[in-house]
Structure formats: structure tokens, C-alpha cells
């Protein structure tokens, strides 16, 4: 008697899902304190632009931006981190290639929205009379850019790593089931 297969398409569907869902809620959460850690210098000013950009934006609009932000790279990390998980040997570290695959599209989609960021900024400089330049030029330093990448790929690879630890923890896997071996015969009593 042959067990019938595992389907393969459901655990990762399963798994794209919660990646998608899970994912963009942890990176965005992470990402204000990521952002002051990896600050070189925390000055009064960078508590101050923090502050006033949680206050301005509000933690409603900050998850709606994280997920149009985020959705995309995190059912993509889920994806790989279910043929990863597929296809890895038996110990094989799983979460810990979730956070590297993470950290890694994070900081592929982060060089795709660096043009945008240049832009926006000559932008704001061609117009120096404006508002905007004078509290941006105010408030953020030349490493302002450098460190909101940094804390952008760590937010990748933390959600990575807390969606990994999640999937394991609600049984997602890739993985075909533990099978138990038939248990021996036990000795016969005249041998």
C-alpha cells in the first residue's frame, strides 16, 4: 500500500500567504527603530523628524504604505523560502535563509526605488525657496539616505526571519510528513 502524494502547491500557497500578510506589518513596524539604530548620530533633530513623521503619517497610514511597499517583496521572499524549504536537506537552517532571502530582496527592491529618491530629491533642491527644502536641508543630514537603506534591508531580513518562525510554528511546511519507521518485531523468546 502506497500512501497517496503530498500536494505540493497548497503548504506554499499557505506559506506565500502568510508571508504576504505577516511580512509588510513586521518590516514596517521595525523600521522607525531600525532607522534611529543604524543613525550615525542621534541628534535632538533626527528624535524631532522622527516624531513629527509619526505624527504626520500616524501608524494607520505607516501600515497601508508598508504594505504597498512591502506585499510584493514579502510573497516573493515566501515563495523562496518555499522551494528553500522543499529543497533543503533535513537540518538545514530554514528561518535563518528566510531573513538572508529577505534581507536580500529588500535590498534589491531598495537600489529599484533609489532613482526614485534622487529624483525627488533634486526635486526638492531645484526649488529652494519652497518649505519642503528648508525643513528637509534642516532636519536630515547627508547620511540620511545610506541609513534608511540600511534599516530598510534589516527590516527585509527581520520579517523574513519572524515569517519563517511563524510558518514553522503553525506547522507550514514544505517538508514531506515525519513517517515512523515499522517498529521491530520484538525478539521471539526461544532465540
Keep these: ?9 497548497i503548504p506554499m500557497i499557505g506559506i506565500v500567504a502568510l508571508f504576504a500578510a505577516l511580512g509588510p506589518g513586521v518590516g514596517g513596524a521595525m523600521f522607525i527603530p531600525l532607522s534611529v539604530v543604524f543613525k550615525p548620530t542621534i541628534t535632538p533633530d533626527t528624535i524631532a523628524l522622527l516624531v513629527l513623521i509619526a505624527a504626520l503619517f500616524g ?3 505607516g501600515l497601508i504604505a508598508a504594505y504597498v511597499v512591502g506585499i510584493g517583496p514579502a510573497a516573493a521572499t515566501g515563495f523562496l523560502y518555499a522551494l528553500w524549504d522543499a529543497a533543503a536537506p533535513e537540518r538545514w537552517p530554514r528561518a535563518l535563509v ?3 532571502i529577505g534581507g536580500l ?21 531645484a526649488n529652494p525657496g519652497s518649505p519642503a527644502a528648508e525643513w528637509i536641508d534642516a532636519a536630515s543630514p547627508d547620511r540620511i539616505g545610506v541609513t534608511l ?9 527581520i520579517a523574513g526571519l519572524v515569517c519563517a518562525l511563524a510558518a514553522n510554528l503553525l506547522g507550514l511546511t514544505m517538508r514531506p510528513e515525519f ?3 515499522e517498529a521491530a518485531a ?4 526461544g532465540a
Design 186 to 189: 520484538p525478539p521471539s523468546e
Design 1 to 9: 500500500m502506497s500512501e497517496p502524494a503530498r500536494p505540493f502547491f
Design 59 to 61: 501608524h494607520a497610514v
Design 105 to 125: 530582496i529588500a535590498y534589491g527592491l531598495a537600489l529599484r526605488l533609489a532613482p526614485l529618491g534622487a529624483s525627488l530629491e533634486m526635486a526638492v533642491d
Design 179 to 181: 513517517t515512523r519507521p
Design 149 to 157: 537603506g540600511h534599516a530598510f534591508v534589516a527590516c527585509g531580513a
Design 98 to 100: 528566510a531573513a538572508l
